[in-house]
């Protein structure tokens, strides 16, 4: 099991150096659009290329897949770094976005798998995703200070470790190119758009976040310190998710956590320091996590059978694809046209008030919610 577990952080920690990407973009001089633009190609990837991946995942064994995608990615990664100009880069995210993209869902099945057969709660190991990506962040953070190219080092070593250590993969990993049949009910539909927008949002803070440590003239390294301070903020909600969800009921938890993700950014123009800033983002502990969390609990208590299967998979559709997308692309257009910080403030203010009009909705059309 430890071997599973350092190759959950090594996942994570993929997902670290990712964020950093658009830090590299910035320094680079790329514009706001085109960060969001090339910032916008993971998630864009995740809605063509996942039943890509379990399809070959069951072809190929997931072990071989990792393995194989993990040095390509290196190929392409390397490829971003030594070609000049926007288009090249372009093209060459695409590429290396789709080898990468593999990496977490593929691993994340076969963790929730494992978790399952041995009854081991999944947020325990979920933990180790955490851990990973908090080192990483703050590592990276540091030696960007030296030069992006050792950004690309740690990279390139990640993927090394994880296509050598895939060989522990042994959990069979369930999917097709086809969606599940059963129809997915409107009252989730419509939750999922709640979800695509908080997670925009979301995602927007983390990429231009950079372009604010940029115009404030901070500290480069501020950025990978910030990311690796704000994995860490998750820690203490996935040591007692399932006690806090039960003391406040799932609807309650997810209700709160977009709450936090439209005061997050409304509050980011108001900092007036690099530590002011820096606690600001502590509140991510209560965003992404508490979201994605809260939601897999709805459809887990209110779904069976072949509707679970279908409803779910339009949920990681809008958590891992629109929402991302729509954070990153029309994020940049709205911060080339105002700034970043009316941008921070017009999404968060949007936010909240998306969340106080349906709070009546969230509370009212899951009845069969539970506190045990």
Known sequence: MHFLCIIEALVYSVLACSSLMSQYFAVVGFSPFEIGLLMALPPLTSIYANYIYFDLAKRLSAKRLIKVFSFCAIVSLWAIFLFEGFLAKFIFMVVFTFFQGSLLPIVESSMISFSQRLLVPYSKIRIWGTIGYTITAFLSGRIVKLGFIWL???????????????????????????RSEGSVPMNFIILFGIVTVCVGFNLFNSVFLPIVVRERAYDLSIVGTTFSLMALSELPFLFFAERIRKKLTTKVLFITGAVVIGTRLVLVPFTQSATALVLVQMLHGWTFIVIYYSCIGLMRENLKDQQLLSTQALFWIALQGIGPLIGSTV??????????????????????????????????????????
Do not use: D, W
């Open 152 to 178: 690309f080092f740690v990279y390139s070593g990640i993927f090394f470790l994880i296509a050598m250590l895939s060989e522990h993969l042994r959990e069979k990993i369930e999917g097709s190119r086809r």
């Open 331 to 372: 994020g940049g257009m709205i911060v080339e046209k105002t700034g970043v910080f009316n941008a921070y403030l017009l999404f968060g203010l949007i936010c909240l008030g998306m969340v106080i009009a349906s709070v009546r909705f969230v509370m009212s059309r899951f009845p069969n919610l539970q506190k045990s």
